[in-house]
């Protein structure tokens, strides 16, 4: 059920870009999912492909790229690998103290439009280029 209100917010902001840029029709959107976010594909997809009827994002190409989990640890500064479930400490040198730095959002990236395609800048702005 998470997916239900992620995808009403992806949505949100691909509608609110394309209007921003004048843009009538959405072709293709691109979602960064991490993988620590516990969201399913498939479900994002199936809300994507409902909510948008009847909005200029109707019919667009959904693609979702999966970022993996990475985490550092605060004791050795290792960095490694993390997926579900999580591990309760470092795995180079056994520390509990550890800090999960990707993986854990949800990010929209470049939106087609008709006309062109629309790219997040540093601030997670939509713009042409």
């Known amino acids: 059920m998470h997916e239900l209100a992620i995808t009403r917010a992806i ?13 009538r029709r959405v072709t293709a959107v691109e979602v960064t999912v991490g ?10 997809r199936f809300y994507f492909e409902r909510l948008s009827t009847g909005t200029p ?29 999580l591990l309760p400490a470092c795995p180079l040198c056994g520390s509990p103290d550890i800090q999960i730095e990707g993986g854990n959002s949800c990010r929209v990236g470049r939106i087609e439009v008709e006309d062109g395609e629309l790219y997040p800048d540093g601030e997670g702005d939509l713009h042409r280029q």
Request: hydrophobic share 40%.
């Open 57 to 85: 994002a109707e019919g667009a190409l959904l693609r979702i790229r999966r970022e993996p989990g990475e985490g550092r640890c605060r004791t050795c500064g290792g960095a490694f690998p993390v997926e579900p479930p």
């Open 35 to 44: 993988a620590l976010t516990g969201y399913v594909d498939d479900s994002i």
């Open 11 to 23: 949505l949100s902001r691909v509608l609110e870009a394309a209007e921003a840029a004048g843009a």
